[in-house]
C-alpha cells in the first residue's frame, strides 16, 4: 500500500520553472515505478514521464522531452518533476502514481496522489 501527496503546484509564466514533488508513504515505495501524468480542464489524462524504481529508466512524452526532468530519492519517498521552459499548455493538474513498471499507460499504475494544479501564464 502506498500513499502519494504531491505539492509544488501554482501560477508561474512562460518561460519559468517550477518542482514538483510526490511524498509516498509506505516501506515498499522503493519497489514502485512512478509517473507522472497531467490533466487539463476538460482533456484526458496524458502521460508526462515516468522512472523505473531504480532511477535507472526514465521515459518522457514527446511534448515534454528536454523541458522536464523525473527524479526520485528512495531514502525520502520522494519523487520529483522538474519543469523548466514552461508553456501555457502545461497548465494542468499534474498527479504522480505508483506501478509496477514505468510506463505511459495510466492503467498500469494502481496508486495515485491528488493532484496539484499547475497553471502558466502566457
Known amino acids: 500500500q502506498v500513499q502519494l501527496v504531491e505539492s509544488g503546484g501554482g501560477l508561474v509564466q512562460a518561460g519559468g520553472s517550477l518542482r514538483l514533488s510526490c511524498a509516498a508513504s509506505g516501506r515498499t515505495f522503493s519497489r514502485y515505478a512512478m509517473g507522472w501524468f497531467r490533466q487539463a480542464l476538460g482533456k484526458e489524462r496524458e502521460f508526462v514521464a515516468a522512472?523505473?524504481?531504480?532511477?535507472?529508466?526514465?521515459v518522457y512524452a514527446d511534448s515534454v522531452k528536454g523541458r522536464f526532468t523525473i527524479s526520485r530519492d528512495n531514502a525520502k519517498n520522494t519523487v520529483l518533476l522538474q519543469m523548466n521552459s514552461l508553456k501555457p499548455d502545461d497548465t494542468a493538474v499534474y498527479y504522480c502514481?505508483?506501478?509496477?513498471?514505468?510506463?505511459?499507460?495510466?492503467?498500469?499504475?494502481?496508486?495515485w496522489g491528488q493532484g496539484t494544479q499547475v497553471n502558466v501564464s502566457s
Open positions: 502514481a505508483a506501478g509496477p513498471g514505468a510506463t505511459y499507460r495510466s492503467n498500469d499504475y494502481g496508486y
Open positions: 522512472i523505473s524504481w531504480s532511477g535507472g529508466i526514465t
